[in-house]
């Protein structure tokens, strides 16, 4: 075998990919430097292509064992376990609840002896002096949802931005809910947030949402702090740092309730202390530290209380809330984000599962034609494989257990990831392939779980069974109207199968996507060519007459272009159609610019161009709605 055939070798062996096409339909052959590091992050002993044969070896070796770590009964049938090795074989199904389940041994291999109860099972086997164990996941074919047919509508908006003349420096709690109760007024039963997840708000802070700190633990931001008395205005951008400091004015001299703090939030807690002692960088910490041991002397005592007060609070707050918004009929969408800081609670607490030197992004598209870096580190397949996927599990137990509705961010990470190495450029990196039928079973029990519907992000480089694995698990996909092409000879609406939208957070506003305020930020930040802008302009052109003309609008009348919009989503057969609550008014700017960093625009730091109380004594905003409401339910 050449070298380069077993480097490919060793590269199959760990799901990473040696070719791919890439966002535009180009093929690509991955270079031996990227898949030497790669497999060296999955764990194999390899640092140059001529150690890939021996590589290979070890790794088969390591993997050599009497069950795979991870075995799915799906509906509770667990398929038959075969044993390779000889001899007699013990077998004990441990279950989730403590008991156990009776098992046959027949033919070499372990059989059930029915249906498992849902749940994470332990299976323990031995055979010819080996033993081994397995996760046994048994979950339900399909997601929840809820009983009937419904044809619901809700509205989406950054919870940070959504300020009334009572907020301080950031929207809260109280703001959310006074959306819901409007929404709920109109007929509408779903508001969907980004992730309200924690993030760095000390300087520098970070403040976008998809980089949290954690995707165990919740923003203190969004507290409800009551009324009080505000010195001056809110600051006319959005001022997490600002917002930190408020929350800590607020909580000042409180001490936490010991019967709320659990191991994992003392932990945490005790990190972000260290973090303030020793510096936000975990990786500079002295060795014991920055290997999960903390001292007193490394930790700032009041930071970790005040981390210990802040999250027990949040959380007390959004229980009280879903316990107001639930007999409503009123559900909360959460973001479920695909990623954690670097410098995170998440990486440093499971050092072991995440993947060191290696940055998570997307190949080049037409969007991003240099490719982008999304900046923090994957989960590795196999270490999460060998924990039975508890860490994968619990974030999104997370946040399932508030949600009604969970959109899982770009859901293809269930089936690949794009890994670059750090150092190389965006378009040098390739797939990874990670278990999909296990991640799925976890996020098919966890919805059942939490009685929580479940939606894909599967736009972009989407791989046919993404989709497919969304209609068998009766997971929803996405339906964008600003990505419907002109290419078609007619314009397709919704289907049953996916949640419809006008944009996302990711896109432009539907104004912005009119008047090609995006195009203008690609070319000012980098992202776009001058010389490529005017083509990406008439495309835009094209698109956007051709969505208008189907409409019966002109693109000189946006307002009566997004209501029949906003209509024809509403009578076509998506489950739900949830417009931006920005759209609404004919915002221009949009929230984010993705590839760029917040440093040099300001993602995530523009608070909406209303005040909440206008938004909702708003007539026209009010007659909107009410005809989404009349396109959903046209028989009443």
């Not at 809820?146 to 809260?172: C, E, F, I, K, M």
């Not at 599990?393 to 399932?400: D, G, K, L, R, V």
Request: with cysteine; hydrophobic share 40%.
């Amino acid at each position: 075998m050449t070298e380069l055939a077993a480097l490919h070798a060793l590269a199959q062996a760990l799901g990473v990919h040696t070719e791919y096409v890439d966002g535009l339909a180009r093929p690509v052959s991955v270079s031996p430097e990227t898949l030497v590091r790669i497999a060296a992050a999955l764990g194999a002993p390899i640092s140059r292509p001529a150690e890939a044969g021996a590589a290979l070896r070890a790794v088969e070796d390591a993997r050599r064992d009497l069950v795979p770590p991870v075995l799915v009964a799906w509906n509770g049938a667990l398929e038959p376990v075969k044993i390779s090795a000889g001899g007699a074989i013990d077998a004990d199904l441990a279950l989730e609840d403590g008991g156990r389940f009776p098992l046959e041994i027949r033919d070499g291999a372990i059989h059930a002896t029915g249906a498992l109860p849902s749940g994470y099972h332990r299976l323990a086997v031995g055979a010819s002096g080996e033993t081994a164990t397995a996760t046994v996941i048994s979950a339900p074919l399909e997601a929840w949802r809820r009983p009937g047919t419904h044809r619901s509508w809700g509205v989406g908006a950054q919870l940070a931005a959504l300020r009334s003349a009572r907020s301080r420096a950031l929207g809260d709690l109280r703001d959310l809910e006074s959306l819901c109760r409007w929404v709920r007024e109109r007929g509408g039963d779903v508001v969907t947030a980004l992730p309200l997840l924690p993030t760095f708000n000390s300087p520098p802070a970070e403040p976008s949402p998809y980089s949290p700190v954690s995707r165990l633990f919740w923003s203190e931001l969004m507290m409800d702090l009551g009324d009080g008395t505000r010195a001056t205005p809110p600051p006319a951008t959005l001022d997490v740092t600002r917002g930190d400091v408020e929350v800590r004015a607020a909580l000042g001299g409180r001490t936490p309730d010991p019967s709320l703090v659990d191991d994992e939030l003392a932990r945490y807690a005790r990190f972000r202390g260290a973090q303030a002692k020793l510096g936000r960088n975990w990786r500079d910490w002295p060795a014991p530290a920055r290997g999960g041991e903390l001292g007193a002397g490394d930790v700032d005592a009041a930071e970790e209380r005040f981390h210990l007060v802040a999250q027990t609070e949040v959380r007390r707050q959004l229980r009280e809330l879903r316990g107001r918004l639930d007999p409503q009929g009123m559900r909360l969408g959460l973001d479920l984000a695909v990623g954690v800081h670097p410098d995170g609670y998440d990486p440093w607490s499971r050092q072991p599962l995440f993947g060191d030197g290696i940055s998570v992004g997307a190949p080049p598209d037409a969007g991003f034609p240099s490719g982008q870096d999304w900046g923090f580190s994957p989960v590795l397949p196999e270490a999460s494989r060998r924990e039975g996927h508890r860490y994968i599990a619990a974030s999104i137990a997370h946040q399932a257990s508030l949600a009604g509705v969970l959109r899982v961010d770009h859901i293809m990470a269930l089936r690949r990831l794009y890994w670059i190495p750090r150092g190389m450029g965006l378009h040098q990196g390739t797939y990874v392939t990670y278990p999909a039928k296990e991640l799925f079973a976890v996020l098919a029990l966890e919805s059942h779980r939490h009685a929580c519907e479940v939606v894909g992000e599967n736009l972009g480089n989407v791989p046919a069974e993404i989709n497919q694995a969304l209609d068998r698990h009766r997971i929803w996909g996405m339906y964008l109207a600003q990505f419907q092409s002109p290419l078609t000879p007619e314009l397709a609406p919704p289907s049953s199968r996916d949640m419809a939208l006008v944009g996302t957070h990711d896109t432009p506003t539907f104004a912005g996507w009119i008047a090609g305020n995006d195009i203008v930020d690609r070319v000012r930040y980098g992202l776009l060519k001058e010389e490529d802008a005017a083509a990406v302009r008439e495309e835009r052109d094209r698109a956007t007459r051709w969505l208008a003309e189907r409409m019966g609008c002109t693109l000189e009348e946006p307002r009566a272009f997004f209501a029949a919009l906003l209509e024809w989503l509403g009578r076509s057969e998506s489950p739900l159609v949830v417009p931006w609550l920005e759209d609404l008014w004919l915002e221009p700017v949009a929230v984010n610019l993705p590839g760029t960093p917040s440093s040099t625009r300001p993602n995530w730091r523009r608070p909406m161009g209303r005040l909440l109380d206008a938004i909702v004594a708003d007539p026209e905003l009010a007659r909107l709605l009410d005809r989404l409401h009349r396109a959903r339910n046209p028989d009443r």
